[in-house]
């Protein structure tokens, strides 16, 4: 573990999020994920325990926590199953987090504690079936009408589609504008004129669910555009910043999880008269696998307290994300190789956890995005 002191506070998450991940969500982590079955249970005991609203202020029904409190509990949660985080760090990072930054006073009252506590369930609208890194080019309309918007299209990979209660949506107000024309919205999932689609059959986080959504004259009230007209891909970015650094924490989970299963097979595994943990080639990949799990911890850490002490910090969440994403990739691959023919086989975790890596090189900026953020401020840093 790192030398970087917690506080007494981080700590407590810390280890309440440990205790829970072993005592509730790995005993059925490889159940939700066969049977692809929303753990509902869980995440109405995280909200009890403050997990889905960590950065909300009490006030709010949240936990008034800091940002790495919330990368320190989700780190512990991903290791059980990433189902479950990614599920947390959707309510949290991208739709509770909006609400706090850019809400109106009303709207944090309307929809922060229901959506802090576990009581509802949030969901984030901004990739469309033609437009995922290029987030600005979406066709989705809002057009003001009196004292409401009527939103026209169709959203695309929204994890939690199918379960949330809230939404939040991300609409093009005046397309001429481009990513200047668009808009967001907080969304309630019952209003007429939306309709849940297809929900993807997936390789990985097979526990939660990534719908398709289609808005058909959607009658949103003007009291629910969050921020103003115009800022909404700001907004976006703004919330990925946070949210990235999240993904990043799932990352880490994952491949610490690979990490501690593969040590353990290491050391009871035999061939040729002794475990295979005394062989050096396989202490070589533990080595790796080690070293690379905490540099991209250091790293994770790193961007969510430069998010604490409201620094800069884009830079440092595409790099997390970016570094611990390949790390889990990397990791969960060489895990499989430990394990042998047991780890291609649902007898042993590190299968899911090699399924569940793949997404975190994807959602929320694939890796590509990563770079061109990364490369984009070093260029700018460096004369
Ligand atoms: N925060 C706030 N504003 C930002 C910003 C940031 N981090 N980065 C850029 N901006 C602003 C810029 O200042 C600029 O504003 P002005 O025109 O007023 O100066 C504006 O945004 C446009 O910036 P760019 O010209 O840099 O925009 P771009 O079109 O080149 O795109 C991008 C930049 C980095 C590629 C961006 O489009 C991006 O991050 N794309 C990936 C989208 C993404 O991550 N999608 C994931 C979907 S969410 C998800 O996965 C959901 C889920 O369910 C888990």
């Known amino acids: 573990m790192s030398i970087i002191s917690l506080s007494e506070v981080q700590e407590m998450v810390r280890s309440t999020a440990r205790e829970f991940t072993n005592n509730e969500i790995k005993p059925v982590a490889s159940i939700n994920d066969r049977e692809h079955r929303y753990p509902k249970d869980l995440i109405e005991k995280m909200g009890e325990l403050g997990f889905m609203g960590t950065n909300v202020s009490e006030q709010y029904g949240g936990s008034s926590l800091d940002y790495l409190s919330y ?5 512990e949660i991903c290791k059980g199953c990433a189902s479950t985080g990614t599920i947390m760090s959707v309510n949290n990072s991208l739709v509770c987090s909006p609400i706090k930054t850019f809400g109106s006073e009303d709207q944090k009252r309307l929809f922060l504690n229901d959506l802090a506590s576990g009581g509802k369930l949030g969901c984030f609208m901004l990739s469309e079936p033609d437009s995922g890194s290029d987030a600005a080019s979406m ?8 004292d409401h918007y009527l939103l026209n299209g169709t959203k695309s990979w929204i994890t939690n589609g199918a379960e949330a209660d809230i939404a939040i949506v991300f609409a093009t107000t005046d397309k001429s504008l481009k990513h200047k024309g668009v808009s967001a919205f907080i969304v309630d999932m019952k209003t007429p004129g939306l309709k849940i689609g297809k929900l993807e059959d997936k390789l990985g986080i097979r526990a939660t669910s990534t719908a398709q959504i289609f808005f058909e004259d959607c009658k949103i009230s003007a009291k629910n555009l969050l921020g103003n007209e115009g800022e909404g891909f700001k907004i976006a970015l703004h919330t990925l910043d946070g949210g990235r650094i999240g993904i ?10 690979a990490l501690e299963e593969s040590v353990r097979y290491a050391k009871e595994r035999r061939a040729f008269g002794k475990t295979i943990s005394d062989f050096q080639g396989l202490q070589f990949m533990i080595a790796d696998m080690a070293t690379r799990v905490e540099a991209s911890r250091l790293l994770v850490w790193q961007a969510a307290v430069m998010k604490d002490r409201y620094m800069k910090f884009g830079k440092q969440s595409a790099m997390a994300k970016l ?5 889990a990739m990397w990791v969960t691959t060489k895990a499989i190789q430990i394990h042998g023919g047991y780890g291609y086989t649902t007898d042993y975790p ?6 569940d890596a793949k997404i975190t090189e994807i959602y929320e900026g694939t890796s590509e995005i990563q770079r061109i953020v990364i490369a984009r401020e070093t260029l700018e840093e460096i004369e």
């Not at 066709?139 to 009196?146: I, S, Y």
């Not at 990043?248 to 999880?257: F, K, N």
């Not at 570094?323 to 790390?327: F, I, Q, R, S």
């Not at 590190?350 to 399924?355: D, G, K």
């Open 71 to 75: 990368i320190l509990a989700l780190e």
């Open 139 to 146: 066709k989705t309309t809002a057009v003001l009408n009196g």
């Open 248 to 257: 990043a924490a799932q990352a880490v989970g994952i491949a610490q999880a």
């Open 323 to 327: 570094y611990a994403a390949e790390t």
């Open 350 to 355: 590190v299968e899911r956890y090699f399924r």
